[in-house]
């Protein structure tokens, strides 16, 4: 079965990073496009960024800068470095796939940035 696990997740200060990590397993990694979200409290979840299989990227305007998506073939892992952060970052990160199984969605992982 398709599983999302996400970690790295933590209390940031502003100006400050965190590297996000996203292990997969139950599909060919490889072969699809991995996507990172947020949900801040009281705000509809959000796309930040989006990695496709040959390793294009796509950023929404809020974090384009200041956070890199990548991925790892070997180790069936996505990640999402995130820099210069800034107190409306705060959220919980979902990672997400689409499969030929369906939509799946990771626990999430908290970020908090405050001083």
């Known amino acids: 079965q398709v599983q999302l696990v996400e970690s790295g997740g933590g209390l940031a200060q502003p100006g400050g990073s965190l590297r996000l990590s996203c292990a997969a397993s139950g599909f060919t990694f490889s072969s699809y496009d991995m996507s990172w979200a947020r949900q801040a409290p009281g705000k509809q979840r959000e796309w930040v960024a989006r990695?496709?299989?040959?390793?294009?990227?796509n950023y929404a305007d809020s974090v384009k800068g200041r956070f890199t998506i990548s991925r790892d073939a070997a180790k069936n892992t996505a990640y999402l470095q995130m820099n210069s952060l800034k107190p409306e970052d705060t959220a919980v990160y979902y990672c997400?796939?689409?499969?030929?199984?369906?939509?799946?969605w990771g626990q999430g992982t908290q970020v908090t940035v405050s001083s």
């Open positions: 997400h796939v689409v499969t030929i199984y369906g939509e799946h």
């Open positions: 990695i496709t299989s040959d390793t294009n990227t």
